[in-house]
Structure formats: structure tokens, C-alpha cells
Nanobody, 115 residues
């Protein structure tokens, strides 16, 4: 059973930065595409950024140029560096494979951007 544990969320002012981390429970992580998703209150869960095994990346239009996804296969961890945060970035952030496996969703980490 694969588990993902997200961390690093918090309250930040507009324009601020955060780095999220996602730790995987098994080394299967090293060979699969990974992604960050987010879900704002009352909205569906959306793809934010994805990264292949070869570290090719792709971003949602709303975060392109502000967010950076990366991975450290030796640590079974994927990161999301978020800069120039906006109130509309407020959401619960999740990591999962890409495409996502329903049974792999974790608890997520809350990011709140507010002054």
C-alpha cells in the first residue's frame, strides 16, 4: 500500500512563499510521474503541477511562473515551491501520482493566503 504524506502548509501573507513536501512510503515513487493537486472550498480538486520520472514538468496556467515542482528520488519526496502567493491560491494541497490513484489520496496540507 502506497501512502503520501503532505506537509509544509500554513498561513502566509499575499506575496509570500511556502514550500510543500510530499513523502512517499515506498520506493515505487521513483519510477512514476507525480503531481500536486489542490482543492479550494466548494470547488473540485484540480491539477497544479506535474513532474515525470525524467523531471519534465508542466503547470496549470494559474500558477505557471510562480510555482516550481521538483523531486528527490533518493528521499522518496516531491516538493512544491510556491512564490508570489495570492489569496486565490488558498486551498488544501495534495500529492498523488499522475494520473491520480483514488486510494492514494492523503490528508493534504492547508495553505491559506491572507493578510
Amino acid at each position: 500500500q502506497v501512502q503520501f504524506v503532505e506537509s509544509g502548509g500554513g498561513l502566509v501573507q499575499p506575496g509570500g512563499s511556502l514550500t510543500l513536501s510530499c513523502a512517499a512510503s515506498r520506493t515505487i515513487f521513483n519510477s512514476i510521474p507525480m503531481a500536486w493537486y489542490r482543492q479550494a472550498p466548494g470547488k473540485q480538486r484540480d491539477l497544479v503541477a506535474q513532474i515525470t520520472r525524467e523531471t519534465n514538468t508542466n503547470y496549470a496556467a494559474a500558477v505557471k511562473g510562480r510555482f516550481t515542482i521538483s523531486r528527490d528520488n533518493a528521499k522518496n519526496t516531491v516538493y512544491l515551491r510556491m512564490n508570489s502567493l495570492k489569496p486565490e491560491d488558498t486551498a488544501v494541497y495534495y500529492c498523488n501520482t499522475h494520473p491520480p490513484v483514488p486510494n492514494y489520496w492523503g490528508q493534504g496540507t492547508q495553505v491559506t493566503v491572507s493578510s
